[in-house]
């Protein structure tokens, strides 16, 4: 477990430092070590993946609750609709800048971690050192695989929510009903095969922390 540095100091010397590399470097310089680093940020992409299935699914029963209200209490029910859609995508654009921190300081780490191999002067840790790297490699591009699966589906339910909430804002009548009625069977499917890809998601990345933080104790 590291030892906690000052949150001020690190956000400031992030806010100072443009350049992503070099913030990990800054942040590794006051004792944040690559590999710590990089478990937050797979926290982080977990608990943002985490975040965008539950507003997923709540912004699927939104969207299917249309089905049941009458026809004069649209205009209302389209403004928490929008309100649901917009939260859908801030959360997407959330988990999709969190897996591009996961990659710059995986980058990093792999980088150093390959360049150190030719430091050592004992040819048996070498060869145990780099057995480990492309272990931990290995099962970090899965998980980064996996990652990117799983929010690459949020893509189609976004724009068939995207598609029903201007399809209701210019038609507050049973027509908008019925256009959901319509298409509620795909967006059901797109929303349990984004949240079961989630999930897989999320496992994995948990597993992949248990495994950095015991290998680090």
Not at 80 to 89: A, D, G, P, T, V
Not at 181 to 198: F, H, K, N, P, R
Request: net charge negative; glycine share 4%; hydrophobic share 40%.
């Amino acid at each position: 477990m590291r030892v906690l540095l000052i949150p001020m100091a690190l956000a400031v010397l992030a806010t100072l430092v443009g350049c992503s590399s070099t913030q990990i470097a800054v942040k590794e310089s006051l004792g944040y070590a690559k590999r710590e680093q990089l478990v937050d940020r797979v926290e982080d992409a977990r608990d943002g993946q985490e975040a965008a299935k539950q507003q997923f699914e709540s912004a699927l029963a939104e969207f299917l609750s249309v089905t049941g209200v009458e026809t004069g209490e649209l205009e209302k029910k389209y403004a928490s609709i929008k309100k649901q859609y917009e939260r859908c995508e801030d959360r997407a654009k959330a988990v999709n800048a969190r897996i591009k921190d996961v990659e710059r300081v995986a980058t990093a780490l792999f980088k150093e971690w390959n360049a150190e191999l030719d430091q050592y002067s004992s040819s048996e840790m070498r060869a145990a050192s780099k057995r480990q790297l492309d272990d931990t490699k290995i099962k970090y591009d899965a998980l980064l695989s996996t990652m990117k699966q799983a929010a690459a589906k949020m893509d189609p339910v976004l724009a068939a929510f995207k598609d029903q909430t201007l399809f209701l804002k210019h038609n507050l009548n049973a027509r908008a009903i019925a256009s959901l009625q319509q298409t509620s069977g795909q967006i059901q499917s797109d929303v349990q095969t984004l949240v079961a890809e989630m999930e897989q998601a999320i496992n994995e990345a948990n597993a992949f922390i248990q495994e950095m933080q015991a290998n680090q104790g």
